[in-house]
């Protein structure tokens, strides 16, 4: 069994030990109806690179996710950028695909999996849509393509599946094909907007590793936002850390309680863990700012 830590330094570096970028973003700015929302922002994600982004509700982390995923068409909001390239190709201006989510390159699944989905089509004929019609040129190698995508996300009887539409399946079944869906198309990176908000902890977690290992597998990089700095320490290589529209720290996911960001210190200190549970309350962000600022 490989252990999470054997899992966790797999993002690829090129020979002079640099993880060679995936996606450059320089200066992104985003804004809704005139008012700057995402103040211009520059990050770097490796190839394989697992990067997490985290803040409270409302800092700009599914706006910066949409941009990339070309989900801010003109009309809801404007996106501008020095850079926005994926593999060294600018990311074309045209609209994504709303069912599954993607453009070129880039797939993006959300916390619920029905959004992600087409309720009226089978499972196998969306996954059929998606694999690259060069590679996959007859109805038989599609069928079997597409049952082993649904193989290697746990499916143990994928014919079934194939033949279902969404709403037949289970929550979690449903989770697991739109994973599957997801990265049929072989995307670069995949982004996950909160996938597991709706999710218990421990479903979380197991979803997460799901998550982890299919991208590994499939040699994408992985960006997810999750409002749990837990998940993200255990999960990323690298974090963003948000905070009122801009990125306030970047931080190895190894070096987390080294952030010196009073902002991402409140963050890891919010969070619960087995000590502060006997605690009588739990800290929250606003009592740790303060604290952090009048020391
Ligand atoms: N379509 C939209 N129209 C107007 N304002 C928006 C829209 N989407 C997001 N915003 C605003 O942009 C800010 C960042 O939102 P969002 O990116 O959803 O944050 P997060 O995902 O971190 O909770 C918020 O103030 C939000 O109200
Ligand atoms: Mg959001």
Redesign the pocket.
């Known amino acids: 069994m490989t252990t999470l830590t054997d899992q966790v330094a797999v993002a690829e570096e090129d020979v002079t030990g640099t993880v060679a970028p995936v996606l450059e973003v320089t200066d992104l700015t ?1 804004r ?2 005139g ?1 700057e ?2 103040h211009p922002t520059s990050f770097t994600i490796g190839r394989r690179e697992r990067v997490a982004i985290v ?12 941009a990339l995923g070309g989900f ?1 068409p003109p009309g ?2 404007e996106v501008s950028a020095a850079t926005m390239s994926l593999s060294g190709r600018s990311l074309p201006a045209e609209k994504a695909q709303r069912i599954p989510a993607r453009r070129q390159g880039i797939s993006m699944i959300f916390q619920d999996a029905m959004s992600s989905l087409d309720p009226i089509w089978s499972v196998g004929s969306q996954l059929a849509a998606v694999l690259p019609k060069s590679r996959y040129g007859s109805r038989k190698d599609r069928v079997a393509a597409a049952e082993a995508r649904l193989e290697q996300v746990g499916i143990v009887e994928p014919r079934r599946v194939m033949s279902s539409v969404p709403g037949q399946l289970s929550g979690g079944m449903r989770q697991r094909v739109m994973m599957a869906i997801a990265l049929a198309s072989e995307p670069e990176l995949l982004i996950a ?2 996938p597991t908000s709706a999710l218990d902890a421990s479903l979380a977690v197991s979803v997460m590793e799901l998550m982890t290992g299919l991208t590994i597998e499939n040699g994408a990089s992985l960006v997810f ?1 999750t409002h749990d700095i837990a998940l993200a320490r255990r999960f990323a290589d690298k974090v963003l850390v ?1 905070q009122a ?1 801009s990125v306030v720290e970047t931080i190895a996911a190894a070096d987390l309680d080294h952030a010196t960001h009073p902002y991402t210190r409140g963050l890891l200190e919010c969070m619960p863990t087995l000590s502060s549970a006997q605690l009588e309350r739990l800290p929250t962000l606003d009592t740790v700012m303060r604290e952090e600022t009048a020391a």
């Open positions: 985003i809704y109806g008012v929302k995402v803040g409270e509700s409302g800092s700009g982390k599914s706006s910066i996710a949409n801010i809801v909001g907007d909160e936002i948000m529209g």
